[in-house]
């Protein structure tokens, strides 16, 4: 068990962070819905002194560039449509399993699988050279039409979006696409 007076660690950061975007996309994705939810992150009572003086202001604008990501994208045609699903398959005594961040519809009718890094993401040749395969396989998973609530298609785009501040550029995120 961890200590009762331990603050919240990388994993639950990061797992709260997806929660955020996923109860933010199912509050509308809106203008006032961001600020609604960054303000029940603020306030969560997990979040200890030292996290709300510093990690919180560094999370925040990642959050704020993901938030505009997903704004530019819906006047391009790309629509979140699922978001923290899990997919799943059975292959002679074998599960394959995975949890996609959010699934987004293109203009063309493919999908888009979209993982949230609260860390650094996994380089583009990471995947291409089969050392990470969690898009892949989640990518595999949707265009089966083995992801709860997601209609099969192809796949268009499997992107990291890395939600750590860029100090250098004064960003707060970055996509890594991986095809």
């Given at each position: 068990?961890?200590p009762?007076?331990a603050?919240p660690?990388?994993?639950?950061?990061?797992?709260?962070?997806?929660?955020?975007m996923?109860?933010w996309q199912?509050?509308?994705?809106t203008?006032?819905a961001l600020e609604?939810?960054?303000?029940?992150l603020?306030?969560d009572p997990?979040l200890?002194?030292?996290?709300?003086?510093f990690?919180?202001?560094?999370?925040?604008?990642?959050l704020?560039?993901a938030?505009e990501?997903v704004w530019?994208?819906?006047?391009?045609g790309?629509?979140?449509i699922?978001?923290?699903?899990s997919?799943?398959?059975?292959?002679?005594?074998i599960?394959?399993a995975?949890k996609a961040g959010?699934i987004?519809?293109?203009?063309?009718?493919?999908l888009?699988?979209?993982?949230?890094?609260?860390?650094?993401?996994?380089?583009?040749?990471?995947?291409?050279?089969g050392?990470d395969n969690?898009l892949?396989l989640?990518?595999?998973?949707?265009?089966m039409?083995?992801?709860?609530g997601v209609?099969?298609g192809?796949?268009a785009s499997?992107e990291?979006w890395?939600?750590?501040?860029d100090?250098a550029?004064?960003?707060?995120?970055?996509i890594?696409?991986?095809?």
């Amino acid at each position: 068990l961890d200590p009762l007076r331990a603050g919240p660690d990388p994993r639950w950061l990061g797992t709260r962070v997806h929660a955020f975007m996923e109860d933010w996309q199912r509050a509308g994705a809106t203008r006032e819905a961001l600020e609604s939810e960054l303000g029940r992150l603020y306030n969560d009572p997990a979040l200890d002194a030292l996290a709300r003086a510093f990690w919180f202001p560094r999370i925040e604008p990642a959050l704020r560039w993901a938030a505009e990501r997903v704004w530019d994208a819906r006047t391009e045609g790309r629509e979140p449509i699922a978001s923290e699903v899990s997919g799943v398959h059975e292959l002679n005594g074998i599960r394959l399993a995975g949890k996609a961040g959010r699934i987004d519809r293109l203009a063309d009718g493919s999908l888009g699988i979209v993982d949230y890094k609260t860390g650094a993401a996994p380089r583009g040749s990471a995947a291409a050279d089969g050392l990470d395969n969690q898009l892949g396989l989640l990518g595999l998973l949707a265009e089966m039409g083995k992801v709860e609530g997601v209609a099969a298609g192809p796949i268009a785009s499997l992107e990291y979006w890395s939600l750590k501040a860029d100090r250098a550029k004064g960003t707060g995120g970055s996509i890594a696409p991986t095809h």
